[in-house]
Structures are given as structure tokens and as C-alpha cells.
């Protein structure tokens, strides 16, 4: 009897402990999770940013470089190559404000062509553009003949000295004529789209120097790089 | 807490078995209420503090943080829309065109206004706000106007060739 009181009583506070017990080890447990549920939150919410306004810099830049008022194309979509090694950081920022206060990097064909700071965490915006390269071919004819240029041009230079020469036709149309015989250098554009055959009228005497420059395009990727 | 009882019925064992049986069961009736006591207590404290927790630190914190993602989207997708609006080289345009944007971001609507050649984005909470340089041609000569949320939102362009001129109109 006097054995069993004690004995009697422990249980039930063992149960009172056991219960407190399991309740703080409930609440501990339910902590645990909403402290992973907030870190999960956390993941979820930095996975979701796409940094909008570097990846819209990156496009208007690129856009506004390949447009056909930029300095550096000779049309759409046709990059210059020799007004693309004269870029510099300040122009490209006048032509595409975005980039201001932010490091970027302009690549061709994985060569870098303008740079500032270091936009290695930025985003970058690749896309397909032409590269044309432009120089002068210059040839000496004879103004008795006719001569069909091997490679397009949109302009031709002719020169008459020492030549006696009143009528240039390009492929048949006249574009040049002087009754008493043309004098110095005249320049004539012609269409781009058509192979250029030049002659001269049939009295025509002496040597003519005709001065074309042919395009060259290739195809490459423009890659631009921001990083605010 | 829990000792108590054991502490009195040692106490009290050899001198009055009955009285202390008595204290025994009086005890093991309170022993019940204090537990029961404590756990609601400590129930209550912990819904309470991850309450406050929750909904006054972590809960408006991950809002204003997402309310700036949406709003740094929709000001770059109305610059863009801003930017691709102004048409090809013509000698007079007449340009119209619908943009959509969120109607609310954290629950209230907010303002787009086009000024300098910047768009910034006004929002009643000050921690969503933004503010974009646009990229344009030199033939346009100036951006103006405001876009308010909610209303149907429209880029207009006018003018010459050389000084086209873009507003924001919602109405």
C-alpha cells in the first residue's frame, strides 16, 4: 500500500512528462518545416528572376546596332566592318541609352569588339547578321571594248584621262555622255542587284580606269552582353 | 512541476497513509490540468509567435519581392512595345497600337509615365518602382504621356519623317 502510492503517482506524471515531450517535439518539428517552406519560397523566388531589364537592354542593343539608321550597317541587318573597329564604348552607349551605367560587351563571331567592365553575371541576347567588307578594285580597260565587273558594286569610278571617250553605257543604258569627250573622274551608281557591264560608245579611243568596289558579306553571330 | 508529488508523498508516507493517499489523488487530479494548461499555453505561444513572424516580417517581405519582379517585367515589356512600335522610314506615319499590362501589382494599380526618353514605372508601395532608358531612333523626337493600369492602354505615334513623336494614351 504505502509502496504502490509512489509507484502509482510516477506513471501519470511520466505521462504528463511524455506529453510535453511530444508536443515540444511537434512544435520543433512544425518550425523545421516552415523554416524549410520559407527556404523553398526563398529558391523558388530567386530561380523566378530573369533579369528583365538586362535581358531587354541586351535586345534593344542588338536591335539598334543591326537597324538600317545605325552608324555602324550599310543596311539592315548588314554590320560594316570597317565602321564596327572604330566603335567605341561611348558611341554605342549615344546609339542604345540602355547600356549606360552597365558593363557589356559586344561580340562577333565570338571576338569582342567593344567592351566595358566586366558583364560576366550579365545576360546575353545572340542573333544572326551579316558582316560586309568593302574595297576598291580598280582595273584599267580599253575604251574600245567592254568590260563586266566579276563581283557586284553599287558605285563605279571612271577615269578618262587618256582616253577619248563621249558615251558610257551600263548594260546598254547610258549613264554617262559629253558630245566633246568626258573629262576627269565621274561617278555612277549603279544597281546592286545586277552583274555590271560596262562600254563605251564605238569611236572611243584610249584606256579608261574603272574603280568599283564589290561587298563581301559573311554570315555571323552578334552577340551582346549586359550586365546593369 | 512534475516532482511535486513525488517529493510529498516521501514526505508524507510513514506518517499518515491515509492523508497521504489523500494528497496523492489530489495531486494526481491536478497533474491532468497543469499539463493540459501548459500545452495550450505553449500551443498558444507558438501559433502566436510564428504568426507574428510570419505575417509581419516574412509573408510582406517575399509580396514587396515579388511585386518588384512583376513590376520590373511589365516596365520592360512596355518598353519594348515602346521600342518596336516606332514603324519603318515613311514621309508621314499614324501609328496605333494596344499593349497589355498586369491591371494591379500587389494589389493596387500603379502608373507607367514615359518622360526624357526614360519610362518609370509609379507604384503607391515604395518598394516597387523602376525606371528604363529607351533605345529609339533619331527620328523620334520625344515620348511623352502616362499609362494607368487597369485602362486600355495605347501607343501613339505621329508625325514626319525626322520628328515622330510617341505618346502613351490610356483610356
Do not use: C
Not at chain 1, 530561380?47 to 531587354?56: F, H, S, V
Not at chain 2, 518598353?79 to 494589389?107: F, H, K, M, Q, Y
Not at chain 2, 507607367?112 to 515604395?126: E, F, S, T
Amino acid at each position: 500500500m504505502t509502496r504502490s502510492a509512489p509507484r502509482r503517482s510516477d506513471p501519470s506524471s511520466d505521462r504528463g512528462q511524455a506529453n510535453l515531450a511530444a508536443l515540444v517535439v511537434a512544435l520543433i518539428v512544425l518550425t523545421a518545416t516552415v523554416g524549410v517552406t520559407l527556404g523553398l519560397a526563398e529558391g523558388a523566388l530567386a530561380g523566378a528572376d530573369r533579369q528583365p531589364a538586362d535581358r531587354r537592354a541586351a535586345v534593344a542593343s542588338a536591335e539598334r546596332l543591326i537597324a538600317a539608321d545605325s552608324p555602324v550597317t550599310r543596311r539592315e541587318n548588314v554590320l560594316n566592318a570597317s565602321a564596327l573597329d572604330s566603335l567605341s564604348p561611348e558611341r554605342l552607349v549615344t546609339l542604345a541609352p540602355p547600356l549606360r551605367d552597365a558593363a557589356f560587351v559586344v561580340r562577333i563571331d565570338g571576338r569582342s569588339v567593344v567592351e566595358r567592365g566586366d558583364p560576366t553575371d550579365g545576360v546575353s541576347f545572340r542573333r544572326i547578321a551579316l558582316v560586309s567588307s568593302a574595297e576598291e578594285r580598280t582595273r584599267t580597260v580599253a575604251a574600245d571594248g567592254a568590260v563586266t565587273l566579276p563581283r557586284r558594286t553599287d558605285s563605279v569610278r571612271l577615269e578618262f584621262n587618256g582616253a577619248d571617250v563621249e558615251t558610257v553605257r551600263a548594260n546598254g543604258r547610258i549613264v554617262l555622255h559629253r558630245p566633246g569627250g568626258l573629262r576627269g573622274a565621274e561617278t555612277v551608281s549603279v544597281s546592286r542587284s545586277e552583274t555590271l557591264t560596262i562600254s563605251f560608245d564605238a569611236n572611243a579611243t584610249g584606256t579608261v580606269t574603272v574603280t568599283s568596289t564589290p561587298e563581301r558579306t559573311r554570315k555571323t553571330t552578334l552577340e551582346v552582353r549586359v550586365d546593369a | 512541476m512534475t516532482g511535486r508529488p513525488r517529493v510529498d508523498a516521501s514526505t508524507r508516507r510513514r506518517r499518515v497513509d491515509a492523508s497521504a493517499r489523500d494528497g496523492d489523488v489530489r495531486d494526481r487530479a491536478v497533474t491532468p490540468i497543469v499539463s493540459k494548461t501548459l500545452e495550450i499555453g505553449l500551443v498558444v505561444l507558438f501559433v502566436g509567435g510564428l504568426s507574428t513572424a510570419l505575417f509581419a516580417g516574412a509573408v510582406p517581405d517575399y509580396r514587396d519581392a515579388a511585386a518588384d519582379r512583376v513590376a520590373d517585367r511589365s516596365l520592360a515589356g512596355a518598353a519594348t512595345e515602346i521600342e518596336n512600335a516606332v514603324p519603318p522610314r515613311a514621309a508621314s506615319v499614324r501609328v496605333e497600337r494596344s499593349v497589355d499590362l498586369p491591371a494591379t501589382i500587389r494589389g493596387s494599380g500603379y502608373r507607367i509615365v514615359a518622360v526624357d526618353g526614360r519610362v518609370r514605372l509609379d507604384h503607391p508601395n515604395p518598394s516597387v518602382d523602376g525606371s528604363l532608358r529607351l533605345a529609339l531612333p533619331e527620328r523620334v523626337a520625344s515620348v511623352s504621356g502616362t499609362w494607368r493600369s487597369g485602362a486600355e492602354t495605347v501607343i501613339a505615334v505621329a508625325g514626319e519623317d525626322g520628328r515622330l513623336s510617341i505618346r502613351l494614351v490610356s483610356r
